[in-house]
């Protein structure tokens, strides 16, 4: 059964910085994209950042570029989003998903989600 | 970027009910289009991708057409498990831009 968990979601203040986590299992993880979706409290979705699977691409968001930074361990199943400079509209519950197996970007698994609060 | 719209952005209907729900695309998309179905507290499910392949283990009462800048998403016979938000996604072209969604109620 393919599982994606999120991890390290919370409150944090303006400026600051918060690092994500996914972990994945039942599927090969290094066989496939990555990516980060958000939804801000009660509104629609964004796609956030991306990364290939041997994690030598990547690829942001306007409104995320040079704030935050897509990876993931392949040796761990584990996929993360350092988010640096936060501000207060990047609250929003984060969502890790699976790419299609054919690299394409639309998403065919995603995580439950962790919570992003940004706020003084 | 490449803006998508939906419409309606809530539609009432019952059960046994056919819907349709409509995504604009401000530009080509070819058939790069997914559609989403996402319920209260839960994570979106992705039901339709190449703007009409059925996602495995969908019912087959869903349906997706269109290409270029206009594609719908029909529901031939509304099941009470089908009332929820359905998004659309573009993914031909970064950065991969979702509908503002359309909210399927109960009339």
């Known amino acids: 059964e393919v599982q994606l968990l999120e991890s390290g979601g919370g409150l944090e203040q303006p400026g600051r910085s918060l690092r994500l986590s996914c972990t994945v299992s039942g599927f090969t993880f290094t066989n496939y994209a990555m990516t980060w979706v958000r939804q801000a409290p009660g509104k629609g979705l964004q796609w956030v950042a991306g990364?290939?699977?041997?994690?030598?691409?990547?690829y942001y968001a306007d409104s995320v570029k040079g704030r935050f930074t897509i990876s993931r361990d392949n040796s761990k199943n584990t996929l993360f989003l350092q988010m640096n400079s936060l501000r207060a509209e990047d609250t929003a519950l984060y969502y890790c998903a699976r790419n299609d197996f054919g690299g394409n970007w639309f998403f065919d698994y995603w995580g439950q989600g962790t919570l992003v609060t940004v706020s003084s | 970027d490449i803006q998508m719209t939906q419409s309606p952005s809530t539609l009432s209907a019952s059960v046994g009910d056919r819907v349709t729900i409509t995504c604009r695309a401000s530009q080509s998309v070819s058939t790069w289009l997914a559609w989403y179905q996402q319920k209260p507290g839960k994570a979106p499910k992705l039901l339709i991708y190449?703007?009409?392949t059925l996602e495995s283990g969908v019912p087959s009462r869903f349906s997706g057409s269109g290409s270029g800048t206009e594609f719908t998403l029909t529901i031939s016979s509304l099941q009470p498990d089908d009332f929820a938000i359905y998004y659309c996604q573009q993914y031909w072209s970064y950065s991969y831009t979702f509908g503002q969604g359309t909210k399927l109620e109960i009339k």
């Open positions: 990364i290939a699977s041997g994690g030598g691409s990547t």
């Open positions: 190449t703007a009409s």
